[in-house]
């Protein structure tokens, strides 16, 4: 059973363009929770979701930043219009019920806008 | 919101000795603790979590404690070795919600 799968591991974008994470769960799981990491800082909270559904964002930007989680396929974390700040370490991780049942992560998406 | 603190945030000890980590969470609602390790230029893996209607739980050199009604839990390893340098990240959730992390702890085994 393959882990948490996201590509790509290393993303590079300049000031504007638009990042696009992509999150395959494990098999079987049908919650998805993306977060964010900076440099030495913990990690952050940004959304959860279910299949078809968003759960909580409340740890979202309210601008630029959108996810999905589509019936088929990964979910996706997109940044529209990146700026400097924005470079970090995105996590997913996936879990297969809501709460307290385990969460897995992925091994992160490193994002570097120049 | 839920809110979790985590201490110390570098903890040296000589391999051999025990490391403990300490976590306290403000939501009485949480009913799920886990903890990850993050090893460098890696994401964070679950290496044990325990529920609220525990106190205790050990998984070989790896032990949490609970205390529900001064809302703290500890991380406790014994036997440190090598290895076992990372960071580690205590993490609270109630059932159908977020998980909320603490700041994290970066472990170092001396030699």
Redesign the interface.
């Known amino acids: 059973n393959a882990g948490?799968m996201?590509n790509p591991r290393h993303l590079v974008r300049r000031r504007g363009q638009e990042a696009r994470l992509r999150c395959s769960p494990m098999k079987g799981h049908s919650h998805v929770?993306w977060?964010r990491q900076l440099p030495e800082?913990?990690?952050?909270?940004m959304v959860?979701l279910q299949k078809e559904n968003i759960?909580?964002e409340?740890?979202m930007p309210k601008e630029r930043f959108s996810a999905e989680f589509p019936k088929e396929g990964p979910s996706i974390l997109r940044i529209q219009q990146v700026v400097r700040g924005d470079s970090a370490a995105y996590?997913c991780?996936s879990s297969p019920l809501?709460?307290?049942?385990?969460?897995?992560?992925?091994?992160?998406t490193r994002l570097t806008v120049v | 919101?839920e809110n979790v603190e985590q201490h110390p945030s570098t903890l040296s000890v000589q391999e051999g000795d025990s490391a403990v980590i300490k976590c306290t969470y403000s939501d009485s609602a949480s009913?799920?603790f886990?903890w990850?390790k993050q090893e460098l230029g890696?994401?964070?893996?679950?290496i044990i979590?325990i529920?609220s209607n525990v106190g205790e739980k050990k998984d070989q050199r790896i032990a949490v404690t609970l205390n529900k009604t001064a809302k703290h839990f500890s991380l406790h390893i014994t036997e440190t070795q090598p290895e076992d340098s990372a960071v580690y990240?205590c993490a609270a959730?109630?059932?159908?919600?977020?998980?909320?992390?603490?700041?994290?702890t970066r472990l170092h085994i001396l030699p």
Request: aromatic fraction near 22%; hydrophobic fraction near 30%; charged fraction near 20%.
């Open positions: 948490v996201q929770y977060y800082e913990g990690l952050k909270f959860y759960i909580d409340s740890g996590f991780a809501v709460g307290n049942t385990e969460a897995f992560f992925g091994q992160g | 919101g009913n799920y886990p990850y890696k994401g964070p893996q679950l979590d529920r990240f959730s109630r059932g159908n919600d977020k998980i909320i992390f603490g700041k994290g």
